[in-house]
C-alpha cells in the first residue's frame, strides 16, 4: 500500500515563499511519476504541477508558471513544491499524488493517479 504525506502548509502573506513536502512509502520512488493538485473552497480540484519519475522533466499549470517549482529526491522518497510570490488565489487544499507509470513522464489528469495525500491548507491572505 502506497502512503502519501504532505506537509508544509500554513498561513502566509501574499509575496511570501513556502515549501510543500510529500513524503511516499514507497519502496522504490522512482517508479512512481508524481503531481501536485489544489483545491480552493467550492471549487474542484485542480492541477498545478507535475514531475517525472527521475526529475528530468517538469510541467506546470499556467497560472503557477514562473512562481512555483516541482523538484523530487528519489533516496528520501520526497517530493516538493516550492511556491514563492504567493497569492490570495493561491489558497487551497494541496495534494501530492502517485502513480507508477513507465509509459508517461507526468499527466495533469486527477484521474491517472492512484494514490494521494490527505492534504495540506495553504492559505494566502492579502
Known amino acids: 500500500q502506497v502512503r502519501l504525506v504532505e506537509s508544509g502548509g500554513g498561513l502566509v502573506q501574499a509575496g511570501s515563499s513556502l515549501r510543500l513536502s510529500c513524503a511516499a512509502s514507497v519502496r522504490t520512488f522512482s517508479d512512481y511519476i508524481t503531481g501536485w493538485f489544489r483545491q480552493a473552497p467550492g471549487k474542484e480540484r485542480e492541477f498545478v504541477a507535475a514531475?517525472?519519475?527521475?526529475?528530468?522533466?517538469?510541467y506546470y499549470a499556467d497560472s503557477v508558471k514562473g512562481r512555483f517549482a516541482v523538484s523530487r529526491d528519489n533516496t528520501k522518497n520526497i517530493a516538493y513544491l516550492h511556491m514563492s510570490t504567493l497569492k490570495p488565489e493561491d489558497t487551497a487544499v494541496y495534494y501530492c499524488?502517485?502513480?507508477?507509470?513507465?509509459?508517461?513522464?507526468?499527466?495533469?489528469?486527477?484521474?491517472?493517479?492512484?494514490?494521494w495525500g490527505q492534504g495540506t491548507q495553504v492559505t494566502v491572505s492579502s
Open positions: 499524488a502517485a502513480k507508477q507509470d513507465y509509459r508517461v513522464s507526468y499527466s495533469r489528469t486527477l484521474s491517472d493517479y492512484d494514490y
Open positions: 514531475i517525472s519519475r527521475f526529475g528530468s522533466s517538469t
